[in-house]
């Protein structure tokens, strides 16, 4: 596993302090959904990203989203954020409101923003790892310098998709960075029982894409690793291979009470959370004061309370909203 070594790196203080803000917001903000779901004013499906916030904030800090574009699964809270994204849309999305990202018509599981390249949030386990080959294929027949980060869960590695999209990628020497976020569960089953590979990061080898392996615990480690393999796909256009190793320290969604893990396993986690290693790090290196921190955490704080009353206030979808945006094929079955 690769780990940047912080001491030996020069940061700008505020590159550090701006990860630290991301992931603080993204996880003020997921507590708040969780609130928010236990009080039934978010419904259906919510998937929180707890525990890998360094994962989508140290990719996310390695990409420019005036060029590059990120696809993700539906546990897509935490990259939208980390990619620019307004917490007041994105929680008026969880509430089903007009003012949603996605119009109140995508839910949690998709998230959506075009201006920011930010291609979703998708709820079919493995689908979106063709779509982001097809973007990478735009990129390249256009002679645009953008590159495709493609995330995905341990859960998805074993699908047709994923490696019919591999080949894809090798062959026509696509611009895209495909990131397994390795939580090591799927619903509720640990990986090492259905994949035959442990090393998830050997997976795109058959294809000849080679693969990294990063501590995704570590948002530098993330970003270290992200920003090289970006920088060479942006140079010689040919796809990559991250597994990021994370753990999701809440249930799969919030009906799960999580029962097939131990809740050492979940302690020894906490002790190595991506929020307070990075605030270690900083504290080492003399630029972050307790109550600095305090601060930043203050102020993600009010920006998810802030979330929650613009969701609140928004309206919800007019009834005819429902046959807006319904597309269908012109003469396809059903007219
Ligand atoms: C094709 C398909 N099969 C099954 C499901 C049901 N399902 C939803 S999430 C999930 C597990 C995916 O786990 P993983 O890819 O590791 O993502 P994580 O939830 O850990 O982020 C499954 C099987 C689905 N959405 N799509
Ligand atoms: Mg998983």
Request: aromatic share 8%; proline share 3%; net charge negative.
């Amino acid at each position: 596993m690769s780990t940047a070594p912080v001491e030996s790196k020069e940061y700008e203080v505020a590159f550090l302090g701006g990860l630290m803000e991301r992931m603080l917001l993204i996880r003020r903000f997921e507590e708040k959904a969780a609130h928010m779901y236990g009080l039934r004013k978010i419904g259906g499906f919510c998937h929180l990203y707890i525990g890998q916030e360094a994962s989508g904030v140290g990719a996310a800090a390695a990409i420019d989203t005036a060029t590059d574009y990120v696809y993700t699964a539906y546990r897509d809270h935490g990259l939208a954020l980390a990619c620019g994204m307004e917490p007041g849309p994105l929680m008026a999305e969880l509430f089903g409101k007009e003012a949603g990202c996605s119009r109140g018509k995508g839910g949690s599981m998709h998230f959506f923003d075009v201006k920011r390249h930010f291609m979703g949030g998708n709820g079919i386990v493995g689908a979106h790892i063709p779509l982001a080959a097809g973007t990478a294929l735009a990129i390249r027949n256009r002679h645009e310098k953008g590159v495709v980060l493609c995330f995905f869960g341990d859960g998805a590695i074993h699908q047709g998709s994923f490696h019919e999209a591999l080949n894809m990628a090798a062959i026509w020497k696509l611009p895209v960075l495909y990131i397994c976020e390795n939580n090591q569960y799927g619903m509720g089953t640990d990986f090492r029982r259905v994949s035959a590979v442990s090393e998830l990061f050997r997976m795109g080898a058959s294809y000849g894409i080679p693969g990294k392996q990063v501590d995704g615990m570590d948002v530098l480690a993330v970003y270290e690793a992200v920003h090289e393999e970006v920088e060479r796909i942006r140079g010689e256009s040919k796809p990559g291979f991250i597994e990021i190793r994370t753990y999701r320290y809440k249930g799969h969604s919030m009906s799960d009470p999580a029962k097939y893990r131990t809740k050492e396993e979940l302690d020894a986690y906490r002790q190595q959370d991506p929020i307070l290693l990075l605030k270690a790090q900083m504290t080492g290196m003399g630029i972050l004061a307790d109550e600095q921190y305090r601060e930043i955490d203050g102020r993600a704080k009010r920006l998810a309370d802030d979330a929650v009353a613009f969701a609140e206030a928004a309206s919800e979808p007019a009834v005819s909203a429902l046959t807006e945006d319904v597309l269908c094929a012109p003469g396809g079955a059903g007219g």
